[in-house]
């Protein structure tokens, strides 16, 4: 890990302990009288009417996480995101609960044009002691963002997800914010830092008039006074280091190995790339579940904020989740498998099933085999397989003693949730590879690299996988989990001395393994240039049981150029989709 990356990752931290003493009033922008009034009712407000900002010298830039969030009141806020294909564009609906009746209104064509959030939804100016404006942009706004109750009869529990889909291939996502709930406006992964010298100065953030127009919204500005210290890595010591070490540390994964992030913003990937900055804590905004099987840095969670009520003007912020509150800090427990190998005949019983299907490659690029492989030319690449649903792939593994295999068992459950069928599905083997040690299930997707007209040519080592919910790809299918468990590795693929495992792939979401690890690429040493295609194809083998087997397959679509130590490659769009 680089010192500017330890930097980062410090700086967060403590612009958590600072968050800690944002007191709990918010200021609040009353409706304008002009404004349409419309269900919900939402406001753009602010958590404190000052705030002091770190500039860091290694990394010079200031986050501007200035606590202003949009309040939701007399409903949710929700919208849908869709895309029918790839070669369709993502069009948004805004989903009306008003009672018990429930309406859908199309918002205008070319709103968005990814998943990630509305764009040009902030306003944010910056002016000095002068008066004078050092800073005029417009910030992303994705209504998943760290939130907490500013009523304190709101539900308890946000039903929204906890972010918007960074993937490129996203197909459908839900975006919203709970009756009583604000999120914070602050774009997190999407922000860049932006130059402001030590000093004091005056910030307002306004909706951008689109956005009131469309959604009611007042116009009226939030303004906090902003003091911006400069701080130095070098000054933090041995008690940054604790700190850092507490930041990087992630049980599965050495965090402390990362190093960087994928091309498509949001992703992990790009082991050569320096990482752009997690979050700042305050937001929790960007991927705070889409910690993949790779480099990402998971965004840190939410910390609480004020509620709007005026007896609690005067009190601070406490941590933890409580009545009107929410620091985010609650985490999917550990699945635990059944305790015993099943028993009885082995049973496919006419239930709902899983539906697996594969994104496009992305993240493609050319890699050597550094120092271990020395003369070699890899295709390195990341891949996702998902679930459609309508139900969810349970497998569990269990382990004889002695033995370097578990069994493998595919679950199923009826309408209720009751097991009611079990079949064999294969092996789980320990990988102790860095970057992976876990429990692999055998056989869940397979890559191949096929020349033009699409026959194999190269098929990669990788078969195995352990199965996570690292990707919210599409959320908008029957009986989608919006909260899926098992986002952490941890919780999902064991340790080497486990005797048993449970590994849950969840409806909407998929499995992201990124193209820093091994057995993500394919040697082209030997290969001629030319158009390949990669393929990534889930359950190879036809062992575990599915809704369809006729979606398991995607391909992308790579030229490969340059001499055999110099070799390029180019990856065009596919359809509508132009990142890789």
Known sequence: MTRTHQARIRRSVMAAGAALAVTA????????????????????????????????????????????????????????????SYKDPVVVEQIIHNGGKTT????????????????????????????????????KYCPNNAAG?????????????????????????????????????????????????????????????????????????????????????EDEGAAGMSSRSAASGHSGHDMSAMKGMAGMAGMAGHGAMRPKAPAAPTSGAGPSYNVGHGPLIPAPPALPWALKKASLKSAVAPVGDGPGRTDGSRKAPAVEP???????????????????????????????????????????????????????LVVDGFRSPGKELMDAYQYFYDADGEQVGYTPTGTMEWDPRPGHEHWHFTDFASYRLL?????????????????????????????ANWHPGNTDLSTACGQENSVSVREVLDVGSGDTYTQDLPGQSFDITNLANGTYYIQVLANPENRLKETSLDNNSALRKVVLGGKPGARTVKVPAHDLVDSN
């Open 25 to 84: 009033g918010v200021v609040a922008a009353a409706p304008d009288g002009d404004a349409a009034q419309t269900t919900p009712r939402l406001s753009l407000i602010a958590a404190t009417n000052s705030l002091t900002l770190d500039s860091w010298k290694e990394d010079p830039g200031v986050y501007l996480d200035l606590g202003t969030y949009l309040t939701a009141e007399g409903g949710p806020f929700e919208l849908k995101v869709t895309r029918k």
């Open 338 to 392: 059944n305790a015993k190998r099943p028993t009885g005949k082995a049973l496919v019983p006419d239930v709902p099933k899983p539906d697996l299907r594969s994104l496009p490659a992305y993240g493609i690029e050319i890699s050597d085999g550094g120092q271990d492989v020395k003369g070699k030319d890899y295709l390195a690449f990341s891949a996702n397989v998902w679930n459609a649903g309508p139900a969810q």
């Open 451 to 479: 020349k033009a007209d699409q026959k194999e040519t190269v098929r990669s080592g990788k078969e195995a996988f352990c199965l996570a919910n690292t990707d919210a790809v599409d959320y908008t299918v029957k009986n």
């Open 104 to 139: 859908a209104k199309a918002l205008p064509a070319g709103l968005v044009e990814d998943f990630s959030g509305l764009p040009d939804f902030a306003r944010i100016s910056v002016t000095d002691t002068n008066r004078k404006v050092v800073l005029d942009k417009s910030e």
């Open 149 to 233: 109750r500013i009523d304190p009869d709101a539900p308890s529990k946000s039903k929204y997800p906890e972010s918007c889909p960074p993937n490129a291939f996203t197909l459908g996502s839900v975006w919203g914010v709970e009756g009583g709930w604000a999120s914070n406006t602050y774009a997190g992964f999407d922000s860049e830092p932006v130059k402001l010298a030590p000093g004091k100065y005056t910030a307002k953030v306004t909706v951008n008039k689109k956005y009131r127009d469309l959604f009611g919204i007042s116009s009226k500005p939030q303004i906090i006074k902003l003091t911006v210290r400069e701080r130095s890595w």
